[in-house]
């Protein structure tokens, strides 16, 4: 009677329960399964489902809500009425083959369980890049807000390429670490990874090849392989990118950008040397590559200023310079920039107009606020001590618990360990057993497919004693898995 | 010697003065013109390149500002130095063919030109759907501002589809419209427009058919285009879009969706009978054919509330419902919405991340506000009473200046009017002629291909006197044409 052929399926971006409950009313709605019936238990259709039994209770609990069942004491749960459900039971139309056609590719599986469990305010998150509340200065935008509260403030559409006020304050900012630029040749986005999209939808052809870091970040996205791109991955060495593998590749294919972190590496926390800087910048040039440079983390070194960013090398206008104040002061602004020659500005900025018809006007006020006053310079001061403080109590736990299972480097800025454990183990399985403790790690294979060997440890959410818990119970589940 | 063989090309990116400057500066770094050269009049040169004299001054001045060319009273225009160029005069990376491959097509040349002219504050803006800043209530915002600096507010990335307080505030207002449906169908989005990004990216394949209304604002924009779909033009008659013509259609191909306007239409001000929703309801039933209702001018009605949007009559979960908040309130919010099934939503949701990781905190918390406190409803009150004054000024000026020479419908709400002249004229003609005069329209041409017989009139942004004088210099630019 309880031919239940068909398990949730993960890759589906509608929740497993809500996967469930729509199962089980169709076998209402087709009187496969007629009022009385009573259903297997919670614990069983979960073994059945291939899931938590949690998530059961949820589809329960909606199926609840809608009057199609009802749970006795101790008694099971039955079908109580399907006439409800039979009323509005017009097949509804089915939007699947929509959902699988389009040109965009779903987020991964793991990305998509990652976005969700942060959702999840129990949850400890050990794999976000996201600055914690605490470390977003409130009081000093509530301060802007009052400001604003008081001026007249403009609410339109705005300019083409953003603010022009904002875009003044970021070249000034911009000269601070020797990028010299003008207005015209800034575009503000929302969000450095709206950058991405505008280049990835502007300037590329489908089949291009994108030479990037390996690891990188960028493979935890679909950016590039939802408009069709190639990716190639060039390894790197201490001082950064490696040019000799760089110009091996080059050689073979003929790559159309190149993809970089110089600062902070995002996963690795590398910081490229001057020297690789000035190389690699000449070997572009030569080769005619241009570089997208992403330098979202540059504000968080703790003991040195990290070294100028390739764009500040740049004579032949060959880098795109990607900015922003999400990781250094608040992600909710959603303010990032990109600086390149006016001719490509001109064309992305034609795309966002396309897109979204500009950035948020209040955004971008508070942005420019920040930056006339002052403040932005003065909160990454304050940003740095804290950021370096929860770097340390990561630092004393790992050496505390991980000393014999892993080693790492130790980061000079920026918000994660990368953990190279000492033997690999599955990777996944480690992930679904810390989300069961409440502990959201992002595993190394998001940054480098099926490496099995890597964590990125995050210490820029959790409070300090929940990253000192979450370090330890991770040891343990390695060790687990080790056995 | 004065070989120039080139024109700038009005479909790049680069504006006209800049591609000139840029050909000059070439010249003199291949020693083609070599110091001491004088330069052709400005006059001349405007004739050669096919540009307004103005493009030309602009160039001079950009090449006089970097040192190179230098003008003497009465004697002409010379190349002055190019030494300081020649230094910087390394082959600058090209990144023509970068910009042309792009996978996303540019706006449309006349697009473009109406975006630049609008950053002009000299311009008389009648083709605009931005409502001016005098209808923007500025100083609720800045009480909402105000109300915000006393708070905590969350400068996180916050949830995956969007603030939880705002989705359930836009439940509420949808029920005041017939639309039943719950925070986890709402996505909110960057404006409407992203809307139609999210939609296109995320839920129709390359080739796919798209039905829309013929004219439609649809084809000023490439979103669909951009991405490999193709359209098809439905025509409408006095109670909206025809059910015959689209059955027609649908017979001969198998679209894959209908959008449509189906309240204010854009640009004819149409607005769908009662009956003929339910009818196109039913038909898009029988059909399976999904429908992505824009309905962003709803609440700009003047004297009787349009019907229902089609979302409130559609209970198979066929209709993907747009809203937002920019054209009634303040398009520099960025606040919209899309309401639909909760698989489509998680759906659109995941594109929405990989794209801008979500809309800014600080516009959801004041659209939130907004509602909660009830002043968008007062909103919505007082600025009914503001665009219909700004109609009926418009109306009178209409029938001063155009009775004999055009036809139009009295709009009952929203923006604009949709004139039909008695006699075809060229379009674009009549744009520039204006844009001499400062006055920038839309022509109909931009909603319907090559028509030349239509002018959308907006009375939106300018104020009371310039709708007067617009409208009148129009009248006689038409007048002068037709001769």
Redesign the interface.
Known sequence: MFNIDCKPDRN????LH?QIAEYIKGKIARNEWPEGTKLPSQRTLAQIFGVNRSTVVTAFEELTAEGLIKGNMGGGTRIINNTCLLL?A???????S??T????Q??QTIM?QI??SE?DPDIIRMGTC??S?EL?P?SM???I??K?????????????RGSIHLRKEICQYLKTIGIITEPSCILI???A??AL?LIS??????GSMVYLEKPSYLYS???FQ???FRLSGIPLDEEGISIKELLTCQKQNKG?MLFLIPTFHNPTGNVMSLERRKQLVKLC?AE?L?IIEDDVYRELWFDNQPPNPLKAFD????VLYIGGI?KNL?????IGWIAG????I??L???K???????????QY?ASELFTSGLYYEHNIEMRKNVKMRRDVTLAALNKYFTDIATWSIPVGSYYVWLKLNTSISMYKLFIKALKKKILIHPGDLYEFRSNRYIRISYSYASLSEIEYAIKTLSELVAEQLK
């Open positions: 589906n971006p509608l929740q809500v509005s017009k097949p509804q139309f089915n939007w699947s929509h959902i056609s389009g040109t965009y779903s987020s998509q976005n969700q959702s996201e600055p509340p977003i409130s935008i509530q301060g807000l009052n604003m509260s008081k001026r007249t403030i403009p609410l339109g559409y705005g300019e083409l986005t929302s969000g990874l709206q999209q939808h502007g300037l590329l052809y489908k996205l679909r950016i939802s408009s069709g159309s040039e005619h241009p004579k032949n206008e060959l999400s608040s992600p909710g602004l959603r020659p006016e001719q490509v001109a064309r900025a034609d795309i107009i396309q897109m979204d018809d500009g950035s948020s006007a209040i955004s508070i």
